[in-house]
């Protein structure tokens, strides 16, 4: 899909060189001004709108300390999860950055064709757009759609990116030209197809050398002048890593040994798998690839460069929650942090996204509502249309019941164990997929795939066609003939 363009080195040279650095984004700091009452929920109990500080990560996978995953470091994070209710078993609609988007902020289920709300077929109020016209003033920073123009009156001011294109025809070429890669060396590894640098590297500069410094910078400017304007806000904060490349400050490459990362620990395929499930060729557009991906070395250094980005994106979402509370803000604002759909880390011997298995659907999603339950974590199958009603009503807002194909979770953020919807549903190209408390069940036209979450919890085995399951494929193809309404309580 992408028009190739070669560069050479003199050329990625001179871009890695051009780094921006807008220091005038930072505005002057407000003092500790305004009192907030204590009690936040009385403030929303009485009428006065929360703020919304809604945060996505792109391609971050339950890879997160709050989440078990202990390899990685995860601090801030995991003290908002803390906070707050964690989902642990959260799903997103497709696999893939745009449509994962567009149902998160619409509540309306796509499918991998639908990369921008230009693409759905019904009408709809995107979360922003609805929450701005119930007097939220509402901002983007950074990735959140996809594409920055994509429903550009979702937004009170214009959408803000310190990388003003994003990938599309020609652009490549002159990606880096805002420091994507801003290690020198990186311009000796460059892929002759795509005119990419490598699919990660460690550079010996400040955060703000690369995109997430510069969102987490902006989002600080916007909480400080936002609190002088005295207006309910929905602040959406959008970071580009860990999505490849796997580019992040020495630093965060520094916080983890190399010979101490660890592997996948099911380097092959399932068996009985699908040939329409397979891996992402996504990671090969880099260089540094190519004849490498099976390789001990690969597989350690790929998990280092993806640690390090969740450690780099970590920090600098720390810095946001910690300018929320100098603010004030902390006690009357509702924080949502996502990652747009899951990752293969070399699970299966694949890196990347883009089919049904577990690895690439299920997404780590949290919330933190004051007032609410602290540490409260929730094993409900929930998935990114319940997002959209979830912030209406922990807003006190209609929600658009014609419109969004999704349930409020909020009953969960006070009683986890609540008996809960039994499916959520995904679907990536000619796959249509269901999740039940127990198994994963994916249908094509000509194959379909079972795994047995319980017994095989990753995924090595498709049992689809084994005699005794015959009932238990029979039920969830009806599951998905039936649809999402079946699946609610
Ligand atoms: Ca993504």
Redesign the pocket.
Request: glycine share 0%; proline share 0%.
């Given at each position: 899909m992408y028009n190739l363009i070669r560069i050479n080195r003199r050329q990625f040279l001179k871009h890695t060189s051009m780094l921006t650095f807008s220091a005038g984004l930072l505005g002057n700091r407000f003092g500790q001004a305004a009192d907030i009452v204590s009690s936040s929920k009385l403030k929303i109990q009485s009428g006065q709108k929360p703020n919304i500080l809604f945060i996505s990560v792109?391609?971050l996978r339950i890879q997160l300390g709050c989440y078990g995953h202990t390899e990685t470091i995860s601090p801030n994070i995991d003290r908002l999860a803390s906070e707050g209710t964690l989902f642990n078993r959260a799903y997103c609609q497709v696999p893939v950055?745009g449509p994962?988007r567009v149902s998160a902020m619409t509540g309306i289920r796509t499918n991998s064709n639908q990369w921008y709300t230009s693409n759905l077929s019904q009408s709809f109020k995107s979360l922003p757009q609805y929450f701005k016209d119930y007097g939220y003033h509402s901002i983007s920073n950074g990735k959140i759609y996809h594409h920055m123009h994509d429903d550009e009156n979702s937004w009170s001011e214009k959408p803000w990116r310190s990388v003003p294109i994003y990938h599309g025809p020609g652009d490549w070429a002159k990606y880096n030209t805002y420091g994507l890669w801003n290690n020198p060396d990186s311009a000796n590894y460059i892929n002759s197809s795509s005119g990419r640098g490598p699919y990660c590297e460690s550079a010996d500069v400040p955060d703000n050398a690369y995109q997430d410094g510069k969102v987490a910078q902006k989002t600080i400017a916007d909480l400080r002048r936002l609190k002088k304007k005295g207006k309910p806000f929905f602040l959406a904060c959008g970071f580009w890593r860990p999505?490849l490349p796997f580019n992040a400050p020495k630093k965060y490459w520094d916080m983890y040994r190399r010979e101490d990362i660890d592997m996948a620990p099911n380097r092959f395929k399932p068996s009985n798998l699908p040939s329409a499930c397979g891996d992402s060729g996504e990671i090969n557009q880099y260089a540094r690839v190519a004849g490498r991906k099976s390789t001990d070395e690969f597989h350690r250094e790929a998990r280092h460069g993806y640690y390090a980005c969740v450690s780099y994106v970590d920090a600098q979402i720390g810095k946001i929650l910690a300018e929320l509370k100098s603010q004030g803000l902390a006690d009357n604002t509702i924080v949502i942090l996502w990652g747009?759909?899951g990752w293969h880390l070399g699970e299966h011997d694949f890196w990347g996204k883009h089919n049904t298995l577990n690895n690439a659907l299920q997404v780590p999603m949290l919330i933190r509502v004051p007032g609410y339950k602290k540490n409260n974590k929730t094993n409900a199958l929930v998935e990114f249309v319940d997002i959209y009603p979830s912030l209406c009503q922990l807003a006190g807002i209609p929600i658009p019941r014609e419109q969004v194909q999704g349930t409020s979770f909020v009953p969960l953020l006070s009683n986890p164990d609540l008996k809960w919807k039994s499916a959520v549903f995904s679907t990536y190209g000619g796959a249509k997929a269901v999740k039940t408390d127990r198994y994963l069940y994916s249908e094509w036209s000509n194959a379909r795939m079972l795994f047995d979450h319980t017994n095989d919890p990753y995924e090595n085995a498709n049992i689809a066609e084994l005699p005794e399951n015959a009932q238990v494929v029979a039920q969830m193809s009806q599951m998905l003939k039936d649809g999402w309404t079946s699946s609610l309580i």
């Open positions: 792109d391609d950055c994962s999505h747009d759909h």
